[in-house]
């Protein structure tokens, strides 16, 4: 099935939201010790979807990505009042470095699906993001794999929340999940200068998505 350039930038688009989510989460997590579970459970389910037939199925739909769809139109924007948008804009383009960076070690790519796959069966049942060991899994799954690249992703924030173990396994997990939205991102085609010349193309299909409700 071929892809006209307009459904590949709303793929695109929504593979961004994904990022864009989950570096939010990481924030909220940070700063104030917990992040709505729904929009958690989006970005975390989504490491377990390894045969999508579209970019929608990854997330369960479009609808889910509310928030990160929202988050992406005011970083697009350039500012915020609702969030520290430099940080939130720190975390996005450090998880789409860091699936750069990863990309060109598939042995490491290979360890992490098949620790994944591993977590996934440990936890058959209901949603993995409400099991606090499948977390704390996930999040060392991040310390044996993406913590040993030579970039690592400074997460900064109150330190109160920081050192509580559960709050900082979320964290992690957040950002494995974010990278696999950068993963998904350049399977459909994102090119890292799309960010500056198709701005105004993922402005527009951000609109279209927000407008269905």
Request: proline fraction near 2%; hydrophobic fraction near 40%.
């Amino acid at each position: 099935m071929e892809h006209t350039p307009i459904d590949r930038t709303r793929e695109q688009t929504l593979a961004l939201a994904g990022i864009a989510q989950s570096a939010f989460l990481v924030h909220q997590l940070a700063h104030h010790g917990l992040a709505a579970q729904d929009k958690f459970a989006t970005v975390i389910n989504s490491l377990f979807v390894t045969h999508p037939k579209t970019t929608e199925d990854v997330y369960g739909k479009a609808g889910k990505l509310r928030l990160g769809l929202q988050v992406l139109q005011e970083l697009l924007a350039g500012n915020s009042s609702i969030f520290s948008h430099a940080e939130v804009l720190r975390y996005q383009t450090s998880l789409l470095f860091l699936e750069y960076k990863l990309a060109g070690k598939p042995a490491l790519m290979n360890e992490i699906s098949k620790g994944l796959e591993k977590i996934k069966s440990q936890y058959p049942d209901g949603d993995i993001s409400e099991h606090p060991l499948a977390i704390r899994d996930i999040s060392r799954l991040y310390l044996n794999t993406l913590s040993t690249l030579s970039f690592r992703i400074k997460v900064r924030g109150d330190m109160s929340h920081l050192e509580n173990e559960h709050v900082a396994c979320k964290v992690r997990a957040a950002l494995i999940a974010g990278l696999r939205s950068a993963v998904l991102w350049r399977q459909v085609g994102g090119k890292r200068w799309h960010l500056l010349f198709r701005r105004k193309h993922i402005a527009k299909a951000i609109e279209q998505f927000l407008s269905k409700g």
